[in-house]
């Protein structure tokens, strides 16, 4: 549920940064809320700006060597039916671990994964076709010759024994693109990361913005919609929750107007 929740590693629950029983933070924040109303015979429509409670759950962004980002979910249940709930389970920790099942990180994570793997066991998750590089190690006799590249660093153009040819800055290896097929494979807790943003988008209609601020989303800092000056920002290093509130809250509420709809 808080994996969910909060768009999320398993690194970000139960490993190296996983929360404390204190990482969330209450508040309201104002949202205009559209009510029939009639008057006499007709009934129209208004707009009433309306204080809805929400709880902030300030969570570390692995990848991001720990960045703080808002994942603010409001606490009427219409809305968001676990927030409130998992709200209560974080107050009963305090300052220790909510979600720790081992004393060790590494230890805690794979716990988590077993569990997962039982609790979706035959679910599956559709797989885009992707291009991943491969490391191939090549010997100084492979190299044709040499290049200073844009940057101003020495490359290389090796040819590997099947014929094939790569420039490369590395002196012992060569990347090699491998297509990998569109399939679907064995849904993981990973999938919950990738489903809640597929929500995001299409039931609540985030942004690019609205995506990294939420769910620290490394493809939507190259989001073409995104001003290149506000791209940096969006990767600011955000340090204690205390030092970063107003920043975070100020986050939380360009998108949290967007969760205030019941799918």
Request: proline share 6%; hydrophobic share 35%; charged share 30%.
């Amino acid at each position: 549920m808080y994996q969910h929740l909060i768009c999320g590693r398993i690194s970000e629950m139960c490993g190296r940064y996983a929360p404390r029983g204190t990482s969330f933070a209450e508040m309201e924040f104002e949202v205009p809320i559209f009510t029939p109303r009639t008057f006499g015979e007709e009934t129209v429509t208004v707009v009433e700006p309306t204080m809805i409670p929400a709880v902030m759950f300030i969570a570390k962004t692995a990848k991001r060597k720990g960045r703080l980002r808002p994942c603010t979910v409001p606490l009427d249940p219409k809305y968001e039916p676990w927030a409130q709930p998992m709200l209560d389970y974080f107050k009963e920790f305090g300052d220790d671990h909510p979600f720790m099942f081992h004393e060790k990180f590494e230890h805690s994570i794979r716990y988590a994964q077993w569990e997962a793997e039982k609790v979706f066991d035959e679910f599956m998750w559709p797989m885009v076709k992707y291009t991943r590089t491969e490391q191939i190690p090549y010997e100084p006799e492979m190299v044709i010759t040499k290049r200073y590249g844009d940057t101003g660093y020495e490359e290389f153009l090796v040819e590997l024994a099947d014929g094939k040819r790569y420039w490369t800055y590395d002196k012992e290896f060569v990347r090699e693109p491998d297509e990998v097929l569109a399939r679907w494979k064995p849904f993981r807790s990973h999938c919950l990361r990738k489903r809640r943003i597929v929500t995001l988008v299409m039931d609540h209609e985030f942004d690019g913005i609205d995506a990294a601020y939420f769910g620290g989303w490394t493809e939507s800092g190259k989001d073409e919609s995104i001003p290149k000056a506000l791209k940096h920002y969006l990767h600011m290093e955000l340090g204690s929750a205390e030092e970063s509130m107003d920043l975070l809250k100020k986050m939380a509420g360009r998108y949290f107007h967007k969760l205030c709809k019941a799918i």
